[in-house]
């Protein structure tokens, strides 16, 4: 059994709502152990040992049955979390400002021609790199404030869900990382 990070897509926004202590039971109900959630932000952890592919299929399918909802999970390792970590190109912006550092996990890749088409977006110091499965944005005037907050679909990128480097860091402490 190890810790598993297990992101949603869209939850708790939009009006796709999921009660964490109902997203909790859930989990028990699913067998996974020490199930835990970061505020009502769409994250959830984990202690199992199913691959990550599977899990994302019974969860997705526990939470279209539990609440009706179908929703995308996106789940990692504490490994995979180090990696992310680690592979900031941003560090100087995450520390002096973490809320305005976003890094959007992507279920099945970044969608070639993504990540050029949200560069073309960016305006007034915004910046976007990608590594590996990873979309990282810095936002220096916030997201609400950018074009590419508004404009970049998962059609233009792919599936994936963003989380700021706040919640980042909360999700690591929560597997036991030192970030």
């Known amino acids: 059994m190890i810790h598993r990070i297990i992101l949603f897509r869209g939850m708790n926004t939009g009006g796709v ?43 997705e399918a526990a939470m279209e049955k539990t609440f009706g909802l179908k929703v995308a999970a996106m789940v990692r390792t504490p490994d995979q979390w180090a990696r992310l970590i680690a592979a900031n190109p941003f560090p100087k912006e995450a520390a002096a400002h973490p809320a305005k550092v976003v890094a959007m996990v992507m279920k099945e ?27 990282f944005f810095w936002f220096p005037d916030g997201q609400g404030q950018s074009e590419i ?27 036991g990382l030192e970030a």
């Open 17 to 59: 709502r999921a009660p964490v202590g109902e997203q909790r039971a859930m989990a028990e109900a699913m067998g996974l152990k020490n199930p835990r959630t970061l505020a009502a932000s769409g994250n959830l952890v984990v202690e199992s040992g199913k691959a990550a592919a599977a899990l994302e299929a019974d969860i």
């Open 109 to 135: 890749g970044i969608r070639p021609g993504g990540l050029e088409a949200a560069q073309a977006l960016a305006r007034n110091g915004e910046r976007v790199e990608a590594v590996d499965d990873v979309l």
């Open 149 to 175: 907050f508004k404009k970049a679909t998962p059609r233009m990128l792919g599936m994936g869900t963003g989380r700021n480097w706040n919640t980042v860091l909360k999700l690591a402490d929560m597997v």
